[in-house]
């Protein structure tokens, strides 16, 4: 309703008209009113089941979040078992290699020492024998001297028979 439409009377406008005037202004207020929170409900709604899915989503991801920090927990616990045990194995390794290096070592030694001795007696017996043929070579060059003073005499003799 426009302004306009009010009716006047003798001290201004009448009652019934200002009243219709009012009638109409409110219910048209109202409608938009109407209007509005219908429109602002169906805002909430949907804001309200955006809020309901984020929560949703929210809670999946803290679930998650939960659960990757669990499985970096049980990760960095296998790690540093598995670091521990690589590095107790890493030392019976060692100790175990250190002891057969030892042992190896001292077999090497043995032998060495083996070798040294019978280089030795190899060298004592060469020393020996070479002694010995150089006495026989003595015992048999004063025999072929011998032998020789012999057969001089002998020629010497016979030519005295001659």
């Known amino acids: 309703m426009d302004i306009t439409m009010l009716k006047s009377s003798l001290w201004g406008y009448s009652k019934s008209s200002v009243c219709e005037y009012i009638a109409a202004m409110n219910e048209d207020f109202s409608h938009k009113l109407m209007a509005t929170v219908k429109e602002n409900d169906g805002r909430i709604k949907e804001l309200e089941a955006k809020i309901s899915q984020l929560e ?65 007696s190899m060298h004592s017996l060469i020393k020996s024998f070479d002694s010995e043929l150089e006495k026989s070579k ?22 005295d028979e001659k």
């Open 138 to 159: 003595d015992e048999l060059t004063e025999l072929s001297n011998g032998l020789k003073q012999l057969d001089s005499f002998d020629e010497v003799k016979t030519e």
């Open 56 to 120: 949703t989503e929210n809670n999946a991801l803290r679930e998650e979040r939960d659960f990757v920090a669990s499985v970096m927990e049980d990760a960095k616990k296998f790690s540093n078992e598995l670091k521990e045990k690589a590095e107790q194995e890493n030392k019976r390794f060692r100790e175990s290699n250190m002891a057969y290096n030892n042992e190896q070592f001292r077999r090497i030694m043995q032998f060495s020492d083996g070798i040294d001795r019978v280089r030795n």
